[in-house]
C-alpha cells in the first residue's frame, strides 16, 4: 500500500482553508500527508512555527531566486520555484538546493528543454506537475497546458527526471483523491506505475532529503 | 425489436462519487455539467466511447455509469469538475462496482455528516462570520475577502480545534 502525499497545498492566510482542515479533508480522501507550501511573499503571514511549511520561491530574476534559496534552504521543509519563466526554470534546475520546480509550463511555452531536463536530473531537482489547471481553466487554456504538460513528462521520461503530481489546493474545494489524480496523470501520459511514484515515493524522498540537508548543516 | 442477448451487451460499471459543494446543486445541472466537462475533455468522440449517464444523484452523493473499459477517464471527467453555476463543487469518487446493487451496498450507505446553519461571529484565526458547521468543519464568511477571492471561494473554511469557543 502506497502512502500518498501531497506537497503542493496553499493554506490560509494565502489560501482559503486552514492547515488543519486541508489535512482533515486530505485524510478523508486518502493522503497521509500534505505539505502547507507558501509562495515566498506570504511567507511571513504564516505565524505558526510548529507547521511543517514548505516554501514556493517567487523570483523576477536569478539573482534574486538564488538569494531567496539561500535564505529559504534551512528554515523551510520543502524548497520548490514557482516556474514558468524560462531563466528562472533553468537557474531552479541548475541549483542541487532546489527541491522542486513547480509548473515550468505555465508561461509562453512548455518551460523545459532537453538541457533544462538533464540538469534537473543531475541535481536532482524534481518536476512539478501542478493538476489545478483541470478545474480552474477553460477548453482553450485546459488544451494548451495539457500539450506543455504532455511535453514535459516526455522529456522527463527520456532523460530520468523525478516527477510529482500535485493538486496545487487553495481551498478543500481543490484537493483531489490521489485516484483522481492518478486518473488525469494519465492524460499526462504518466502510466499508473509512474503516478503512484510520483504521488507517493518522490514526495516522501524530497521530505526525507531536505530533513538530512538540514542535520547536516546543523 | 428482440433483446439483444445478455453476452452481447454492453458492459457497464458504476462509479459511485460525492459532491462537495458550498450551495446545494440541482440533479439536472450536474448532468449537464458532466457532459460539457466530458466532451470538453474528450470531445465527441470520445464521450460516444465513455457512454457516461448519471444514474442516481440524491443532492450529495450519486452514481455514474460509463463503459468498463473506461473507468479512468470518467473518474478524471469528475475531477475536472470544478463550478457548476458559478458555485463551487468537488466531485470525489469514493468507489466504482459492476452492479447498482453492489455500488449502493457498498459505497452510498455510509451517513453523511449533518450540515448545520449556524449564527456566530469568530476573531480566530480569521475575524468574520461563522455560517456553518458540518462534523468538524465550519465555514466563515470573512470580513476581509482578499482570501476568499484569490481562492475564489465563498467561505474560509477552519476545523474545530482551529477554534474551540464554538464547540
Known sequence: ?218 | MKPLAPTLRDNHRYVAFRLNFEDPVTARDLKAEIAGTAKSLFGDVGVSKLNVRVVAFDGTKGLVRCDFRHVPEVQAVLASIGKIKDNRVCVTTIGTSGTIKAAIEKYLQIEEKIRRIISSYVTVPVSGKAVRICGKEIDIIPEDTETIDRADVQFIGITIDDNERLI
Open chain 1, 1 to 218: 500500500m502506497h502512502i500518498y502525499v501531497d506537497i503542493g497545498v496553499h493554506a490560509f492566510p494565502e489560501g482559503a482553508d486552514t492547515p488543519k482542515r486541508l489535512n482533515l479533508t486530505a485524510y478523508g480522501l486518502g493522503f497521509s500527508q500534505i505539505v502547507v507550501t507558501a509562495h515566498s511573499p506570504y511567507w511571513a503571514q504564516f505565524p505558526d512555527s510548529s507547521l511543517p511549511l514548505g516554501v514556493e520561491i517567487v523570483a523576477a530574476t536569478v539573482r534574486d531566486l538564488r538569494k531567496q534559496i539561500a535564505y529559504f534552504r534551512d528554515i523551510s521543509t520543502v524548497v520548490s520555484v514557482h516556474g514558468g519563466d524560462e531563466r528562472i526554470n533553468r537557474a531552479a534546475c541548475k541549483d542541487d538546493r532546489v527541491d522542486v520546480l513547480m509548473h515550468p509550463e505555465r508561461g509562453k511555452h512548455s518551460g523545459i528543454n532537453q538541457v533544462t531536463a538533464k540538469l534537473a536530473e543531475k541535481n536532482e531537482v524534481a518536476l512539478g506537475f501542478s493538476l489545478d489547471y483541470f478545474w480552474k481553466t477553460e477548453e482553450l487554456e485546459r488544451s494548451r497546458f495539457l500539450a506543455f504538460q504532455r511535453r514535459n513528462v516526455s522529456l522527463c521520461q527520456k532523460f530520468g527526471v523525478q516527477v510529482i503530481v500535485t493538486s496545487g489546493a487553495y481551498s478543500h474545494l481543490d484537493l483531489r483523491s490521489p485516484r483522481q489524480l492518478k486518473a488525469l496523470a494519465r492524460l499526462l501520459l504518466l502510466t499508473d506505475g509512474e503516478a503512484d511514484i510520483a504521488l507517493s515515493k518522490v514526495p516522501l524522498n524530497i521530505i526525507k532529503r531536505r530533513a538530512q540537508k538540514k542535520e547536516a548543516r546543523l
